[in-house]
């Protein structure tokens, strides 16, 4: 006996259908927000930073010094982390939440100091800050950021605001910037002492790059490339320093007119008397040192060689971490930077005793990407490999990190890094 088949019924289709089957979604959000929120990484964050800024702003961040060994170095040692994972542990809820210097914080962060910063995009620190609010995590202001310490305070109130510092030749502009940074309520002072003098920064050099940048035919033939980043630069306020007065020229000619080339211990003396908050000294790149601004009165200190920046074939942070927290980590906190490209860096450094991780480079291809949205894209990121290598590691907070499940590289394995 045979039977008549059945047949499917039809039916129109809706959008929705349309809409998930051709894998599209109906505009709601900025052109902005919709090509970062297809940046999954820093690595492509950085990508879209390249696209949209001219060669110098854009090499400025992205090189370092001389051969960029250092650079080299510091990234390969994190590639060559290796994590143990510990399985059948509840991972249901990761609590990335940390302290830092006393405060809250929602993850073991801290936007670095970074200069010249509206030269990456014109909103510069004023994109960066919110964002950093937003985040939950400090920021840094440079002495050499293009906003000034009230602009930043008065913008973003909420913010957990540090100022950065470099030892002037000129003492009393010195003095004055310390006492405006304490008026506006930054709660922490980061010292940079591995900028004696400038680092040779080839690219910059190649490039011809100058503060702010000169029309030039090469810059010229660069605006057809980068309209709009020419284009805000040219209708907005003039790049220039918010904690001195207007400089015209290269990097290496800025620090050598206004840097104290023969800082030392006693500078240090000083600042911790003038101040009385938590006091940061960033550029360590020795247990000696660590152990002498410690007992000099430091509150913290940063494992770091400037990213990389200064001198090139400088010990590479990861490396020295252990030792240092080993030396002084019961007395200070210790962060460290240098070749964070990744939220699973952060996790790295934090099992071996970082307090938190500066970060600047990864901000900053966020803003050149895409303003304060790019750099709460970045925040985002950082924050979602945290959170994802944590519960990968069968850890379910912060505060149970430790050495035990991430072993680091050897030495010879970091230092096959490129030479000259």
């Given amino acids: 006996m045979s039977s008549t088949p059945r047949r499917v019924p039809r039916q129109v289709p809706d959008l929705a259908q349309l809409q998930e089957l051709a894998g599209f979604r109906l505009p709601s959000r900025s052109r902005t927000e ?17 696209r949209r800024t001219p060669r ?5 961040v992205d090189g370092a010094a001389e051969a960029e060994i250092s650079l080299t170095r510091a990234r390969r040692a994190f590639a060559g982390v290796e994590f143990q994972s510990r ?24 936007f670095a100091p970074t200069g010249f910063t509206r030269m990456m995009q014109y909103e510069g620190e004023l994109a960066v800050g919110p964002a950093a609010a ?25 913010l957990d605001r540090w100022f950065q510092l470099y030892i002037m030749s000129d003492r009393d502009s010195l003095d004055d910037l310390v006492d405006r940074a304490k008026r506006e309520g930054y709660r922490a002072l980061v010292l940079t002492v591995d900028t004696p003098v400038a680092g040779m920064r080839l690219r910059d050099v190649r490039n011809g790059l100058t503060i702010p940048p000169q029309l030039t035919a090469r810059t010229v033939l660069d605006m057809s490339r980068h309209p709009s980043w020419w284009w805000n630069l040219l209708t907005s306020p003039p790049l220039q320093f918010a904690s001195f007065s207007s400089f015209d020229g290269t990097v290496a000619e800025l620090i050598a007119s206004i840097f104290d080339p023969r800082i030392t211990m006693d500078d240090l003396d000083l600042l911790r008397e003038r101040w009385d908050g938590p006091l940061v ?5 020795t247990v000696e040192d660590a152990r002498r601004v410690v007992d000099h009165g430091a509150d913290a200190l940063v494992i770091s060689n400037h990213g990389g920046r200064q001198l090139d074939r400088a010990p590479t942070p990861l490396l020295m971490l252990s030792d240092v927290v080993a030396a002084v980590g019961d007395r200070a906190e210790v962060f460290l930077d240098g070749g964070i490209t990744s939220g ?13 991780c500066l970060v600047g480079r990864a901000y900053l291809y966020g803003l050149m990407a895409g303003g304060e949205a790019g750099v709460r894209r970045a925040g985002q990121i950082l924050h979602a490999d945290i959170v994802r290598t944590l519960q990968l590691l069968g850890v379910d907070s912060i505060d149970a990190l430790e050495p035990g499940l991430v072993r680091l590289p050897e030495r010879a394995v970091v230092d096959g890094a490129r030479t000259a």
């Fill in 34 to 50: 919709a090509r970062l929120a297809r940046a999954e990484s820093i690595a492509q964050l950085r990508v879209l930073a390249r």
């Fill in 56 to 60: 110098g702003p854009f090499d400025y």
């Fill in 87 to 110: 399985v059948l542990h509840d991972i249901s809820t990761v609590d990335t939440s940390t302290r830092i210097l006393g405060e809250p914080a929602t993850m073991p962060v801290v």
């Fill in 134 to 158: 937003e985040l939950g995590i400090p920021y840094a202001l440079s002495t050499l950021g293009t906003t000034s310490v009230e602009d930043l305070a008065a913008a973003v109130p909420d």
């Fill in 281 to 285: 000294v960033k550029g360590i790149q």
């Fill in 344 to 356: 699973a860096d952060v996790v790295a450094a934090v099992a071996h005793g970082a307090r938190a």
